[in-house]
């Protein structure tokens, strides 16, 4: 079945600091690729969507320049934390969908701590 | 209002129990619906796919009601390993494809 690898599982960082979270479609062509993030007894936000090749959409209340995504090929897209603070600590999901499979496949998430 | 909206639990039950999870959404211009698995830490899983006339797998039953826009999710004979957060996931027409999730419901199976 479709496979999405995201690295890394987990990072601590140190505030200020930029940290980039990869996910990767191992047998299928990502032309969607949605991010979101989930505090801790909450729900998944969406944070924002890209299409292979394009700028992505970010929700409403989603810095854009904070949360730089670049999905410049149908099997690698990446999210980047920049300037990182505590509050940015939460659990970061991406999810994938391909144009034959209309199926959403999730990473394993990446659990960032900003101390 | 939530766009989806669960009772977050949790629900603790004894083995073999029955267990039912309610879910409601707000928009009535709703396409697809789903049910998905969390374990603590982890990513959700797809449960299963919601259609109007129900639907069953195994053990889990999953019924929707459009006209008064609630989803739910059956367990019967629960077992420890369906301990987990449900989560409702809704698939709202116009909104391109992305999905809506419910804050999620936690179920912990006991002996």
């Known amino acids: 079945g479709a496979v999405v690898s995201q690295h890394p599982s987990w990072v601590i960082c140190k505030s200020g600091t930029s940290v980039k979270i990869e996910c990767r479609s191992l047998?299928?062509?990502?032309?969607?690729m949605f991010w979101y993030r989930q505090f801790p007894k909450q729900s998944l936000m969406l944070m924002a969507t890209s299409n292979e090749g394009s700028k992505a959409t970010y929700e409403q209340g989603v810095e854009k320049d904070k949360f730089l995504i670049n999905h410049a090929s149908l099997t690698l897209s990446t999210l980047t934390v920049t300037s990182a603070h505590p509050e940015d600590s939460s659990f970061y999901i991406c999810s994938a969908r391909g144009q034959v499979s209309y199926g959403y496949t999730f990473g394993s998430g990446t659990r960032l701590t900003v101390v | 209002r939530k766009e989806v909206e669960q009772d977050p639990g949790p629900f603790n039950v004894p083995e073999g129990a029955t267990v039912a999870f309610n879910c409601t959404y707000s928009n009535s211009a709703s396409q697809s619906f789903f049910w998905y698995r969390q374990d603590c830490r982890k990513e959700p899983k797809l449960l299963m796919s919601?259609?109007?006339s129900g639907n069953e797998d195994g053990r889990f039953t999953a019924q929707l009601n459009r006209a008064s826009q609630y989803i739910s999710l059956l367990i019967r004979d629960s077992k420890l390993s369906d301990s987990a957060t449900y989560l409702c996931?809704?698939?709202?027409?116009?909104?391109?494809?992305?999905?809506?999730f419910g804050t999620g419901t936690q179920l912990k199976v006991e002996l």
């Open positions: 996931v809704v698939k709202f027409t116009g909104g391109g494809n992305k999905l809506t």
């Open positions: 047998d299928f062509q990502a032309t969607t």
């Open positions: 919601v259609y109007s």
